[in-house]
T-cell receptor, first 114, second 114 residues
């Protein structure tokens, strides 16, 4: 079964600093996609960044980047120059290429301190 | 920017009652999903819907659940006879395509079964 594990229930960071959120996954598939979703308090989940498994280059979206280690089945999210608006629940998710469903981790609650 | 909307935001019902959760997906999207999150647990996939039929469902999505797209804009999840363990946050999502493409989530409906 495909599983996603986020080992950090909560993290905190000082404004303008960098933080890394961890995610590992377990799959025997070779065709899959990985995602990080952000859920601000009382708001819907929005996509932060995504990665295709066949691409070796790590995805980057402005201050957000990933460290994708395929052999280790690791997909961590780095947030640079953290801002107060980055405070949210962050979910790592996996999707096999032959399936519709997203498989989520339990989430990491990120607090940004001014 | 278009968003997925869900109504109601909170629904309280008695065990054994039927409930219908409503969603309005983004208008040009073709794929529709329901997920749920029991308090303190992971977000779990329930069902996906494409071309007016279920394309994939999880083992959670048993005979007491059904989905429908009654018109061109709404997407509903019906629970026929609610149980205490159906208490959860239910998220609707929609997407233009599958695979690498983003699923856009609604804000959720909190269902409380008494």
């Amino acid at each position: 079964a495909q599983t996603v594990t986020q080992s950090q229930p909560e993290m905190s960071v000082q404004e303008a600093e960098t933080v890394t959120l961890s995610c590992t996954y377990d799959t025997s598939e070779s065709d899959y996609y990985l995602f990080w979703y952000k859920q601000p308090p009382s708001r819907q989940m929005i996509l932060v960044i995504r990665q295709e498994a066949y691409k070796q280059q790590n995805a980057t979206e402005n201050r957000f980047s990933v460290n994708f280690q395929k052999a280790a089945k690791s997909f961590s999210l780095k947030i640079s120059d953290s801002q107060l608006g980055d405070a949210a629940m962050y979910f790592c998710a996996y999707r096999w290429g032959g399936s519709e469903k997203l498989v989520f981790g339990k989430g990491t609650k990120l607090t940004v301190n001014p | 920017e278009p968003e997925v909307t869900q109504t109601p935001s909170h629904q309280v019902t008695q065990m054994g009652q039927e409930v219908i959760l409503r969603c309005v997906p983004i208008s040009n999207h073709l794929y529709f999903y329901w997920y749920r999150q029991i308090l303190g647990q992971k977000v779990e996939f329930l069902v996906s819907f494409y071309n007016n039929e279920i394309s994939e469902k999880s083992e959670i999505f048993d005979d007491q659940f059904s989905v429908e797209r009654p018109d061109g804009s709404n997407f509903t999840l019906k629970i026929r006879s609610t149980k205490l363990e159906d208490s959860a946050m239910y998220f609707c999502a929609s997407g233009q395509d599958r695979g690498y493409n983003e699923q856009f989530f609604g804000p959720g409906t909190r269902l409380t079964v008494l």
